[in-house]
């Protein structure tokens, strides 16, 4: 006899893995349609980011689209575009640490110069 929870979590990691194929596919689709050169770390590390990014949307998607085919574009969509929404973050947040360390500083020198 089956355990349902064991059977749950079966579906959920089968989900998960079809969900980041389907992104590394994406991303793998990009990498042979572009035309400059790419080391691999810039692949490793693009793929890695469609990879995870489709299978969190694949796994949070599947409760409200019903649609095998509207799930898998959304999951295909959201692995091509997560390694710019990914490097537009880092950027806003390294730029975002930049701008309060500069602040910090200039606090601190004027606290200095009093």
Known sequence: MDNPPDKADAVFIKDAVI???LGGAAMGARILLSP????LAWILRRAAAAMITAAMV??????????????????GAAGAVAPELMEY???YV???????LQ????????????
Request: hydrophobic share 30%; proline share 2%; charged share 35%.
């Open 58 to 75: 694949g796994l949070i998607a599947q409760d409200y689209i019903h649609s095998k085919g509207a799930l898998y574009a959304s999951i």
């Open 94 to 100: 390294r730029a975002r640490g930049e701008k309060e």
């Open 19 to 21: 969900s980041g194929i």
């Open 36 to 39: 400059e050169p790419l080391s």
């Open 103 to 114: 602040h910090a500083t200039r606090s601190k020198q004027k606290k200095r110069r009093k």
């Open 89 to 91: 973050l880092i950027r």
